[in-house]
């Protein structure tokens, strides 16, 4: 049996022995001043970005550690980076069933970020007033970005926030925004913030985040006018575009048993009381990418040689806008509110659904395919292709739809609603042309009412907005006549959720009749969607 806290320097046999690969450097020996910070410490960081960073110390282009700052859960560094002595055992689940198991150790801190832990609290701002700080990345989900309630209006814990000035921020964004104004004071040092969460634009919503909180603060009377200045300067503070793409659910039990057999001892799954599950593995797919602004004002670290993609600023907004409005991110929607309606638990298991893996394939082939722009450095065909050929299939990536349905309010106008931008701008086309987004759009209203296709109860994944929305349509009974119209209007005319108000791109009513049809009484969904198909579908090769 071999730990993840073992010596992997002087007992390489044993890992060798349990099919895992090890790293030749020891993190507490590189000791260089930190140049990497990384906000959210979950199971994408630990599959995709420690990896990264383990290339480039391995290759000596990094001379020190990635620190961790978790800010959602204390319990995720307690009790799964000090617990192992911050390592990951990455296992990459190929659809034949073989595991590529590998030990990464190239965090060298983690720590939880919030006031209510002063030691990493002081800690980080250390960190940040050290010049020698070059990017900070995130991935903090695109719920952690959002300071406005549907209506645009600021939230009150982040009106608070500005009120109280940098002092004693709470919001993520108001935290991160002192940390900025601490290495303002230090010394007006550069850095790049990168956004790597799974979302179009995430550089510009990052940039107008920080400005919001400091911009208030200014007025307030906080801090000075040039800490503005110093965060609107490219050549002191950016924020590059990012596209990120590699499914990593929550661990799997199938992979723990696997680990077990195997020979490794720390094989249990944790369930913190945050409800965040992680484990000393972290379980993800081969196929990866990340594809980055290359705009960093203190210089970086060799990213290219780790697999990341560099590039301008154009071609990472064509690579997002090719993956989270096209080739995946919509397809993923899809099949989470439909799956949660039809009661799925596993995304593997829906794309063997005939119906539901033709309705993905009308959404990215049929309707978002012809619309999109070529990027280069991904084909987006093969892109799809892989998408629904190779990934969503496997059957060892345990993804839910009901994890994928959290935050859908916040995901819908990127998702969907560039797509249906483009249809509008495109003077061959028109909105009116797209079948399968609209049923999709009435699938989440439907969705919304808590009720699944079977006329049975279940609890929606967590979203900022549901106790907004969900009021709309909770006395809509199945099987009942009612005014969709009336129901639906306030909610489908809200453009901050769909990007567009859907009756002025005509599409709300296409979307209350798909709805009207749902409604009908058990078993409409599914038969509102083979009827969709049955009509509509084209053939896709």
């Given amino acids: 049996m071999v730990k993840v806290t073992g010596d992997y320097l002087n007992n390489q046999k044993a890992f060798a022995d349990a099919g895992i690969k090890t790293p030749t450097y020891d993190i507490r020996r590189r000791n260089g001043a930190t140049k990497w910070v990384h906000f959210g410490g979950g199971n994408l960081f630990r599959a995709f970005h420690a990896a990264i960073a383990d290339r480039l110390l391995e290759s000596g282009d990094l001379d020190g550690g990635v620190v961790v700052a978790e800010t959602h859960d204390a319990n995720v560094v307690e009790k799964v980076y000090q617990r192992y002595a911050n390592r990951t055992l990455r296992v990459i689940t190929h659809e034949d069933g073989r595991f590529e198991k590998e030990l990464f150790a190239s965090v060298s801190d983690a720590m939880f970020f919030d006031q209510s832990n002063p030691e990493g609290w002081n800690k980080m701002f250390g960190i940040f007033k050290n010049p020698a700080l070059q990017l900070a990345t995130f991935s903090i989900t695109e719920k952690g970005y959002n300071l406005w309630d549907a209506n645009g209006v600021l939230l009150p814990l982040i009106q608070a926030d500005i009120n109280d000035g940098p002092e004693k921020p709470k919001n993520n964004m108001a935290s991160l925004t002192a940390l900025m104004f601490a290495r303002y004071k230090a010394g007006k040092y550069p850095m790049a913030l990168v956004s790597t969460d799974n979302f179009s634009q995430n550089g510009e919503r990052l940039q107008k985040s920080v400005l919001t909180i400091a911009k208030g603060w200014q007025a307030n009377g906080f801090v000075p006018t040039e800490f503005i200045d110093y965060l609107q300067d490219p050549k002191k503070v950016s924020f590059p575009l990012s596209m990120i793409d590699r499914i990593t659910p929550n661990p799997s039990e199938t992979v723990s048993k696997r680990l077990k057999e195997d020979g490794f001892e720390d ?161 061959a086309r028109k909105p009116s042309d797209l079948h399968f987004i609209p049923l999709v759009l009435a699938t989440w209203c439907r969705y919304l009412m808590g009720i699944n296709d079977q006329g049975k109860s279940f609890t929606p994944s967590p979203d900022p907005l549901l106790k907004e929305l969900q009021p709309l349509v909770q006395d809509i009974k199945l099987g009942e006549s009612t005014d969709v119209h009336d129901h639906l209007k306030e909610l489908l005319s809200t453009q901050s959720i769909f990007g567009h108000d859907l009756y002025q791109v005509g599409l709300g009513k296409e979307v209350e009749r798909y709805f009207a049809k749902q409604i009908a009484g058990k078993g409409a969904v599914r038969k509102t969607l083979q009827e969709t198909l049955a009509k509509y579908a084209q053939e896709v090769k």
């Avoid at 990340?290 to 203190?298: M, Q, T, Y």
């Avoid at 005939?354 to 990215?364: F, Y």
């Avoid at 991904?378 to 349905?405: C, E, G, M, S």
């Fill in 267 to 427: 094989y249990e799954i944790t369930h913190t009381p945050g409800h965040t599950n992680l484990a000393a593995f972290t379980n993800t797919e081969v196929v990866h990418y990340l594809v980055v602004e290359d705009d960093f004002p203190n210089g970086r670290p060799a990213l290219e040689k780790a697999g990341v993609i560099l590039a301008d600023r154009d071609t990472v907004n064509d690579a997002d806008e090719m993956k989270v409005t096209t080739c995946l991110n919509p397809l993923h929607t899809a099949l989470a509110v439909n799956g949660s309606l039809l009661g799925f638990e596993s995304i593997s298991e829906e794309v063997k659904d005939p119906d539901l893996l033709n309705l993905i394939k009308q959404i990215g082939y049929v309707e978002g395919l012809p619309v999109v722009t070529d990027p280069k450095v991904i084909n987006p065909r093969k892109f799809i292709d892989q998408v629904v050929n190779k990934r969503l299939p496997n059957p060892y990536i345990p993804d839910k739809p009901q994890r994928i349905a959290s935050d859908t309010s916040q995901k819908l106008a990127v998702r969907y609603g560039v797509t249906i931008k483009h249809y509008l701008d495109d003077p």
